[in-house]
């Protein structure tokens, strides 16, 4: 599993891995090579050898060249290299070049030496050892970088996932329920039911909340209620006397807002398995309106009917409870039951 990271981790990242880096670059390393000399004379200053001032000098512009070149290759890659070479593809080039860069920055300290032989300064005598520092300083500016951006791809394409998924769910749930009521409608119409009309028109205004409301992460609540509210217009019309509704809705709705198509499953999921023209049945939908969150509670016999392309296919609240774990983890309870023929679900969502 490939860690993610926001924005604030990135940064504290970051501040460790630069405080991590200049501990190193200060890690006090004495040893005494073959090649040392001490100064002598009372530290003055031997050509050949080097007094402690030329010591000093030589160690202190070694650490301000290294880290410079740290702080620039660390940016470089992430900006720069990642991007155009790592992210195209170009694995080796990638590799290749950050190569070069470890052994040049890596190699600083025995190229200063070389310098302080040449040049008749001298360097404190831990070449080796500050060139093993140095490689690992570099390789955690070229690493560090190379893991930031592998989360953020990861996280992106995660994002991406996501979205084309929540697209899919909600797709398919405007997909059955226009089916559903188109049906019902159809059916209103072979009764001559006066009331078609009216259906027809209550269905086009749904639709076009649909067909507005598609593309959005969130709608107002009051929409969502007034699109069960037209819902159930539609519904009530093919009713008989053997199906007693109870429907309550309290609460005040401005202001807050929900993600579109989520409750409405859960109330044509009453119509669709608790409605019968030929015994007695009932139905109970509450809708319950807080200052931070919402409950909505569903009660049905349950009818059996032959065909039931809803249960076959699972579309509907199996739907829902994946849309809600990607909108809502953590933020949202949800239990459905069946219990002496009748089946009641129940949801709590904060409004966030």
Known sequence: MILQFNKKQLIIIQVIFWLVVGMISFFPIEFHGPNFHPPVDGGHFHPHRG?????????????????????TIFYLNYF????????????????FIALILILIVAGMPLFFEFLGHRFHFHLNPRNFHQAVISLLAVCLAILV???????????????????????FLRSQINHHFLFNSLNNIYA????????????IYSLSSM???MATTSA???IPLQQEIDFIHHY?????????????LNYIIDGATEGKQIGPMLLIPFVENCFKHGVSTSQPSNIDIQIHVFDNY?????????????????????????????RLNYEYYGHYIMTQETKDNYYTSYLKIDLI
């Open 145 to 167: 970088p190379l893991a930031f951006r592998i989360s953020k791809d990861h996280a992106d394409s995660d994002r991406e996932k996501t979205k084309a998924e929540l697209s």
């Open 51 to 71: 007094g402690p001032h030329v010591h000093q000098l030589g160690d202190e512009l070694l650490f301000v060249v290294q880290n410079l070149s740290i702080v």
């Open 207 to 209: 639709m076009r909340h």
């Open 188 to 199: 209103l119409s072979l009764q001559g039911n006066q009331k078609t009309s009216q259906a």
């Open 80 to 95: 720069k290299l990642i991007p155009r070479f790592y992210v195209q593809g170009k694995i080796k080039k990638y590799f």
């Open 216 to 218: 959005s992460s969130k």
């Open 294 to 322: 919402l409950e909505l509670q569903t009660k049905n016999n349950i009818i059996q009917h032959i065909n039931n392309t809803d249960i076959q296919s699972g579309v509907g609240l199996n739907n829902v409870k994946r």
């Open 232 to 244: 159930i217009e539609i519904q009530k019309l093919r009713l008989s006397s053997n199906t007693v």
